[in-house]
C-alpha cells in the first residue's frame, strides 16, 4: 500500500527537521560569538590573533587556572584563600606580560592568552 502524505504531515515533518538543526546550530553559534568577543579582566577584547588559555587544558586544570580568579576553588587551591591570596591575580604576577587592559601573555602557558583578572597557582608576585 503506497501512502501520500498530506500536506500537513509534510509540513510537521519540515517542522521537526528544522527545529533539530536549530536546536544543533544556535549553541554552536553562541560559542562561536562568544569566543569571537571574549572580554578579558578589564573588559577589553582578546588581541586580535591570539587564543583565549582554556580552563579545561589539562595543565591549566592542574594549575587551578581560572580567568576570574575570584572563582577558584580554594578548597583544591588554598593558598588562593588567604587574605595574601585574594590580592592575587594574573595582572600583578611576575610571569604576566600585559598585552591590553585585560589580557596577556604567561610565560607558563604558550598555548593561549590570560585574562588580567585571572589566577592559576603558579602564581609569583611581580619584583
Ligand atoms: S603564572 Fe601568573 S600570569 Fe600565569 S596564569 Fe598563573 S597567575 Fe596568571
Redesign the pocket.
Known sequence: MNKTKTGSEVSRRDFLKSAALAAAVVPAASFLMQACTKKGGGGADIPEGQKA?SEKDPV?TA?G?SEDASKVDVTKFPRKGTAEGAK???MN????TALNEGW?K????AQGV?TAG???????AKA
Not at 585571572?118 to 609569583?124: E, I, K, L, M, P
Open positions: 588559555l591549566a594549575l587556572y592575587m591575580s594574573c604576577c611576575a610571569q604576566y596577556g604567561c610565560n607558563i602557558f590570560v585571572g589566577w592559576c597557582n603558579s602564581w609569583v
